[in-house]
């Protein structure tokens, strides 16, 4: 058999991981021809951006960030115009004939895994494995690249606690997530925020700006507050900047903000990212060589398992109302910004 491997959209610790744990199973357990794609899916866009793997081609990438094969941001059904012809699927497709492929494994998040079943209803074998610091790729319960960003997010609040605490203020932390609040969630349950604010439930200024005062008033002169970069707000101003200029209006108390942004997605993998890693992409060589295609690798539980990528396409997970880690909050007196 012969393979193709890709990466595509954002970059996010463990992507080396699986690239390696889909290419080390497929070349010295099944004698699986592995090529390296590079550049997402630009690189089966143009046959020439392609690489055949060896075994010293993935030594020594377990614990690297980023991606050696590269990645871009095409999305190949995206039309610029609705008057034009769009023919890169059709390419691509001829391309994967040309090459021999038996499966192309794309590793990416939402819109990868959305340009993966397209890309299966135009005939081609694929395999999908879900990649995101942010956790809201549908059907699978942790993505690698989470535990690596909520470990980097959460070592950034353990810091501001002592500056906020020193000179009496509120720290406003900006984490991560779009649409989902699963960082903001987890790093700020772990690190110990007072406020926590994420897109799925929303929030109410009043209720953030009592509960810095009932700290403040009862002897606590400081507050970490940790949001969602998702969040909305009027006029679409920077939720840090916004969140922190009403607290200190309302208040009084100088509020400062930190946007952790990229430093989340850099750098090395979590131990517990890079053994998720090597999980899914040992699996993916057997739902290969099982010809199991048209398939997304997920976790459930402690189980590595897959799901059609028709149940994939289009969806995201977000954080549920009733998470335990909401409740569990709650119960400890951390406001998420709603109560009544």
Wanted: aromatic share 6%.
């Amino acid at each position: 058999m012969r393979i193709g491997i890709l990466s595509s959209g954002g970059d996010c610790p463990g992507i080396n991981a699986t690239i390696r744990g889909v290419g080390k199973t497929a070349m010295l357990r099944y004698g699986i021809e592995v090529f390296g794609i590079h550049n997402g899916f630009s690189g089966l866009l143009n046959k020439n951006d392609m690489e055949l793997f060896n075994e010293s081609n993935l030594s020594g990438i377990l614990n690297l960030g980023g991606t050696i094969l590269g990645t871009s941001r095409e999305k190949p059904f995206k039309k610029m115009l609705d008057s034009e012809d769009n023919t890169k699927p059709q390419i691509i497709y001829q391309n994967y004939i040309e090459m021999g492929f038996d499966c192309v494994v794309c590793i990416g998040g939402n819109g990868t895994q959305k340009t993966a079943y397209k890309l299966s209803r135009k005939g081609m074998n694929i395999i999908g494995l879900p990649k995101t610091i942010d956790n809201d790729v549908y059907g699978t319960d942790y993505t690698f690249g989470f535990d690596s960003a909520v470990n980097i997010a959460t070592e950034a609040i353990d810091r501001l606690h002592s500056t906020a605490s020193s000179h009496k203020r509120v720290m406003v932390v900006e984490v991560m997530g779009h649409k989902a609040g699963w960082i903001a969630l987890y790093a700020g349950m772990a690190g110990g925020a007072d406020i926590i604010l994420i897109p799925e439930l929303g929030y109410n200024m009043e209720h953030v700006n009592n509960k810095i005062l009932a700290r403040s008033q009862s002897g606590k002169p400081y507050s970490i507050v940790v949001i969602a970069e998702g969040l909305k707000t009027p006029g679409g101003d920077s939720p840090a900047r916004y969140i922190s200029s009403r607290i200190h209006e309302a208040t009084g108390i100088e509020a400062r903000t930190t946007v952790l942004g990229y430093i989340q997605r850099g750098g090395n993998p979590s131990p517990f990212d890079r053994n998720l890693a090597t999980r899914i992409g040992g699996h993916a060589t057997e739902l290969i060589v099982n010809r199991q295609f048209g398939r997304m690798v997920s976790v459930k539980g402690n189980t590595v398992t897959s799901i059609d990528l028709a149940e994939v396409a289009g969806k995201t997970k977000l954080v549920p109302l009733d998470h335990e880690l909401i409740r569990q909050g709650i119960n400890m007196g951390i406001s998420f910004g709603t109560e009544s």
